[in-house]
């Protein structure tokens, strides 16, 4: 018995909804072949029951269980993900005072309005009747403006346009932190400062329409038409405000002229389409959601509505499904490729299958063959990022790497490298994350595009396997010697189980798949970028390697007026307390305070502290002697303390019971040190 699609509808999609209410599908293309996207009554969708139809209603069906939705309102002959789409577009549709929520309101026909006269006499009676109303309504003190122009660049604020140039960025601050009066106030002292900006109109003219004040934002539109005569956000504002009225051919004017005037502004082309399907042109809304989702291909809404409205009135019906064919060659090649491309060491854990695919199979080869093709694109990508990343690295930490003539100079280099190359490192990472991350999420948009589009193909093969599944497991029960009844309940009932199986493996998986990656600008997706290239070590490693040079090579190091630590500026002795075990050694200063540890033997680097200097490290070589219980040191190293380098030397005589820990000889001593400083780049010595 063959499937039909009557039938999957009957069984599934005609479920109950939140207080029993079921959605009927309306599906059918009205007469003439003119689909109606402002049909249906809002409370059908109001899912939540909360006295409105908004976005939340929208992704509680995608979240809690779309199947339950019974509307075609996209009209293709199917109760599927889309028609859940399809409410995103009947919202923005029905919306007419663009409240971001549909309720009766939306129903009342406000009274029809029209573009004043332009009248620059009016224009400043409305400015400056609403600026002190908007100011005490906002709070904001009376000395904001001296607070406001203080905080600004002193460039901007010597000169008028500059100064309105504040106030209007103020207004726009204020827009996007939802205070309108606060904006309506900013946006009036913007054009009383400065006349001539139709901008400050315009700002001003959208937040009184906001406000419900359309009259006056018509007469502000209309004398900043005379400022800039073709100006794309003049057309919008005014569009939007005749859209509001009900007034769809004034408003398809203006939209008209801001996509002609600005044709690389998606959100133009957005209203654009969204006013054609108020009048029922929906193959020209489909075309302008087109237009909008190639402008900005980051623009989900743009997406969905390109997707979701069909691209013919009437919709297409029965077009040619994908070659399942073709896909399963392509699936071939890319197990191919990689079995080319596996290390033949490794143990290959993949079983090739060679049975013949089902109808669900392609639902999966699909999704791995896109995630392979999006994945790898990535992958190219971060590689690029990356290597991007460390050339410019490399590049600055050249300029100052070690040019093996001087010791000085070198350590001079590396004092302003050690400062100069973390932050340019750290700004090309960041940079290179950023384009990785950002790249990411775009190609994750088309991913889900994609997968997206291959809807209908797991809607029919979900049928397939459905229909085939069934024949196979009704099989066992055609010839019991049970009662007709009996092998007709079982029958409906494995119907019901087979399709709702079919539908979750073979269609519901893919298409849950496609929106949350349709969802990626949503969410925080983090791509890391993955270089090929080395990066050029530029930090401790350096400072050793110039440590060791300069202890190690004759005539690195330029001479110094001491010829040996007794000529060298000595201090008197100073008290210590140490601790020797093995490689580690631990010393404190009593008289500086200094902390001292340092690793190693014969050659060691170490790290100090102090209350003069701070954090320092240091490195070089030194001997010991013992005498009894006493004990002779001398050294000789390279530090880096306080911004400063220079070249120091150290001898130092202690006395302390010696003995063993952990098997290792050492102990703790009391002693005292003489320092002397042959050589640094301190200012004054």
Known sequence: MKLKRRNFRSLVFSLSLIGGMTLYAHGTVPQGGKINWMEGDWRAWDVNADGKFDKQDIENLLGDGWQEFSNDLNYDGRNDVSDVFALYVRLSVLDRNCDLAVNDLDYITPSHVKLPEPDIARVRLIVNEIV????????????????????????????????????????LSAVFQHNLDAAMWAFGRSFQVYEGSPSSLNNLAFALAMNNQHDYALELLAYARTLTPELATTETITGWIYARHGQDEEALKHYLKAVELAPDISQYHMNLGITYLRQGKTELAHKEFINASEKDEGDFKALLFGYTVPPRDPPPRNEPSVDPEEIKKEYEEMLQEREEQQDPTEENEEQESHHEPSPCDFAGMIQEILEEKYTIQQAEYSTMAGNNAIISINGKAGNFMPQWKNCMEDFELFKIGSSTVPAVAASAWASANDAATNHWMALR?????????????????????????????????????????QIAAIKAEMHRDVLEESLRHCYEEPVRKAISLLRAPYQYVRAT???????????????????????????????????????????????????????????????????????????????????????GVQAGIGFDAEIGPMRGVAKTYIYYRNGN???????????????????????????GELSAILLTTEEGR
Not at 133 to 141: H, N, Q, S, V, Y
Not at 562 to 584: K, M, N, Q
Not at 645 to 671: D, H, M, Q, Y
């Open 529 to 615: 970028p993955d270089p090929e290239i080395e990066i050029v070590p530029f930090g401790p490693g350096i400072y050793m390697a110039i440590t060791l040079r300069a202890v190690s090579v004759v005539g690195y190091c330029p001479d110094s007026d001491a010829e040996s630590l007794s000529d060298a500026e000595v201090a008197l002795p100073d008290v210590t307390i140490g601790f020797d075990w093995y490689i580690i050694d631990f010393e404190w200063n009593l008289e500086t305070g200094e902390l001292e540890l340092n690793l190693g033997e014969g050659f060691f680097v170490g790290a100090t502290w102090s209350p003069q200097a701070g954090f």
């Open 132 to 171: 002190p109303k908007a100011r005490i309504k906002a709070g904001l003190k009376t000395d904001v403006e001296e607070i406001l122009l203080g905080f600004a660049d002193e460039s901007l604020t010597r000169y008028i346009p500059g100064k309105a140039y504040v106030y209007e960025v103020a207004g």
């Open 445 to 485: 948009m088309k991913w889900g595009n994609e997968l997206l589009s291959y809807s209908s193909f797991f809607y029919e093969q979900a049928l397939k396997h459905a229909a085939g599944e069934f024949d196979r497991r009704f099989s066992d029960y055609k010839n019991l010697p049970i009662p007709a009844e």
């Open 645 to 671: 380098i220079g070249w120091s030397g150290e001898l130092g005589v202690s006395v302390g019971p010696r003995g063993t820990i952990g098997g290792k000889e050492g102990g703790f001593s009391l002693g």
